[in-house]
């Protein structure tokens, strides 16, 4: 591994100083779980590494019914998957917290890493999307607040400027009738990545979906959301059958690829089988979420 | 044999006391090969291939000398040729100038990471930036990736001058024909009423030690090197490094480390040559780690293969017949565990007819390195796949299809004398009357396998000490590294003679000019051959403190007598001592007493294992879920059973992940594309249960105690049983390993269209 100089910020304002002036050469990490394998591999080379989590803004962590979740960029997966409210009224993006790596990878991965990395495969990329996430940035110039949907635009890219850095998310609050759940598909119990992943929201009225977001891991170059299906699902009882032919319609939305974690046929077939899965397992939480 | 080796009067051994290397290992404290840092330490790093197979054309490296912290560069010119012939390395054999070549490539690169150059460097960050200031002109060649391949007409050759005895002048990628009959085959089959053939594949896997290989390498002004690394043979490494370098052997002394891992890839040698080299060429010490990466490119794997059995039976279930053909991936070089393979395959059983026919065959992938229980693996799950068939068609137990055709005590082992006692069936046995084999598995996608295994065991030579210190403790000074608990076995060796508490008993691993030559710790061979040495040397230091209590009581030796930890005289009524009240008169008495032996040794016990496994599978995504496990092993004697029980459970393990998804994956062009342990993909704790075990004590009639080796049979059987339980759960059966989800989704997948194919069939 390369020489560089690690630096420890005590606020955003001095991350985003620091940014302005190095640009590219200074990189913010916060779990240092994908950037420090990859210096290791020699795949970036930053001069400077500049630890987000040591400045206390990123640590934030505020639930509001009325006004949704808000969570610091830096906060760790552990610590998202075992957040009381997160686990009552986000449960998706619990399991999607929970399923990072290891014990020893969730106490340090942290959500903004997850998402900043722009890997396809990100597990809580699919969660945040589906539940209408919003993540907030910060530079010199001042503030602003995107998707998450959107942010990543191809493997390793994103939206974000070489001088912003990613403070927190902001997610909308519970609805009546609404629930969501992640699943993927991997060939161990853990440390695995994934070969496949969807993130599902869905809000019923009775038997009924009123509304269904389904977001797909790993089977693209970024994340995909699977409108079609979505669509499809809009006004509909949600009975096997009708939950199998959204599953098709999502499996066809993917847009796999063949590589050492699977090949494109097994990939869509996995798509099917976790969107038909994780609908169901959303539509009943969403049901006990009615009263 | 002693009276103190009859069962019942045994103080020591068969208890679980708390290892002696256990509190520095979990302080942190054990030292391991990357933990050694002396004075003006220089670090080296290796350059490697990026391709599969290629001439190399020219190495320019002025610029990587020229830059600053640079010590020295080093390429496949600065190693003697070495001769291209087996000599004899203790009792193994290895071919110096191919071990030289693995070193360092010379004309080819052979495999991708095949080493090219060595640079030695002030910090290992100069070291790497060094690296990639080395042009390396390549002609790349095409490369051969599978046995059918390489044994293909018109395949592209690795080494032009390989030649097997079969074909004679002809240059060629098979480097051995290995075949073993008994019998008719032919005529066997002819008795069957079921035949059954297939078959199996597998892919290379990795021992998957958690500990890189390493070496810090030391040379003084007067010629004489130390070596200091992590590896189960201290004097093969010894050896190895003096072949490859062209010193004379007693230049070198090896100190080992401690160790965390090597399942037989650390058996041979990799970075400790080089480091010496860069050594020798700064005058510096050279210290040098691998990363994971290279550890999987470059290092270990055993051998992917290709095996076709035919296999036939009577109604009744009595095995009449076998054909065995099977090709081994030997990776770059010569010597895949195929000669192993032929003689394991079949050793379970008592079969009258067989064929077997092993090649060994050189393909673009790493050189093979031992993998517990070498080539027994691969050749098991092909065998004992097929005998579950067999005893499907003939409607009967699996387990009492191998207990019908079980070996025994006079059944002739395919390649050699018959069996003395063995503990085989004795594993059915204890496998068939188990809870677990007794209780119901319910429930949809669920099935149970089971399977066994044969592995020889080792004898080979060991020396021993045993140190009587003055206050009644002892020391036990042995070569062989401590890769699996041996340490406290031969503790508990040497107090159970010596009537010492095993607390006061300090086991000692020491370095290669500290004691006689000991062989590799592999084949199962420590508690076996340096516990017989720790025993022989036990009882020399027992000897030689009753002719000390005899002198101190002015009476014959033969008059002295130790029972139950004291020294008596029959004699006369002196008072008894223990050992700890002679060892303080010693010093009058005259002088120290050092109990020694060295052995060869023979009677080697053979261990079978028997495996039973439960699994679930979802049908949908054709992932394999491990219920429970239970195996069943013949250790003879199990000194310490707790550690016992960890090497059938380890062994086990890595059964378990090379059934389900360890595999190396290569692309077309042959770079291996999964050198992380994220994408190797070894079982984690959550993927296994709890793995039971039943120790089976046939006790073997070669050893003083009782022993056989423990070490490696257990990895033998779970492929097949999981792939026999995977049948029982979904109705397929998977010849390839491993089972991984996407091929077993995809044979689930295969069985429904085919089923429902037939039912359209049926209706039109
Ligand atoms: C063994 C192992 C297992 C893993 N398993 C999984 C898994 O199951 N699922 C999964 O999705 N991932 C997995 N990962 C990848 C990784 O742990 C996650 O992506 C994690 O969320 C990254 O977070 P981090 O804080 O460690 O990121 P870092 O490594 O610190 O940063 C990652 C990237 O994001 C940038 N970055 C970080 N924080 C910010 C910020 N606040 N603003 C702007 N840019 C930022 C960095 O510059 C860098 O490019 C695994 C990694 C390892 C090593």
Redesign the interface.
Known sequence: ???FTYVAPSSVEEIVQFLAQHREKARPFCGGTDILVQM??GVRRPSYLLDVKTAPETRLFEFDPAKGLRIGAAVPCADVSADPAVRRYYPGLAEAANLIG?VQIRNRASLGGNLANASPAADTVPALIALGAKAVLRSVQGQREVPVEGFVTAPGRTILNADEVITEFVIPPPQRGGADAYLR?V???????A?AGVGVFVKMEGQRCVEARIVLGAVGPTQIVASEAMAYLRGRTLNEGVVSHAAELAAQAASPID?????RE?RR??VA?LTRRSLLAAAKRAQANQS | MGSHTTESSFRVIGTRPIRHDGVEKVTGRAKYGADYYVAGMLHGKVLRSPHAHARIKSIDFSRALALPGVKAVVTGKDLPEGENKTVPLGEMTVNPRYLGQNILARDKVLYYGHAVAAVAAISPHIAEQALELIEVDYEVLPPVLSVEQAMAEGAPILHPDLRNEELGDVPTNVAKHVVLTRGDVEAGFREAHFIVEREFRTSMVHQGYIEPHNALAIYNADGKATIYCSTQGPFEVRGMSAAVLGLPVGSIKVVPAEIGGGFGGKTTVYLEPLALLLAMKTGQPVKMVMTRSEVLRATGPTSGSLIRVKMGCTKEGKITAAKIWMAYEAGAFPGSPVGAATMTVLAPYAIPNVQIDGYDVVVNKPKTAAYRAPGATNAAFAAETVIDELAELCGIDPLDIRILNGAREGTPHPAGPPYRRIGFIETCEAIKASEHYRSNLEGPNRGRGVASGFWFNAGMQSAAVVNIHLDGTASVVTGSPDIGGTRAACAMIAAEVLGLNVEDVRPVVTDTDSIGHTDVTGGSRVTFATGMAVFRAAEDALAQLKERAAKLWECKVEEVEFRDGKFYCKTNNATPLSVSELAKRLPRLGGPVTGRATVNARGVGPSFATCCIDVEVDPETGRVQILRCTVAQDAGRAIHPAYVEGQMQGGTAQGIGWALNEEYIYDSDGHLMNSTLLDYRMPTCPDLPMIETIIVEVPNPGHPLGVRGVGEVSIVPPPAAIANAVYRAVGVRMTELPMSPARLWKAIAQKESTRSGLGRAQHG
């Not at chain 1, 060939?187 to 990545?193: G, V, W």
């Not at chain 1, 590589?259 to 090949?263: C, K, N, Q």
């Open positions: 591994m390369h020489e290791r591999s290891s598909f060939p161990r119990n853990e440390m695995d990545i070969v590589d050492v974690r699977g090949t097994f077939h996995l089988v």
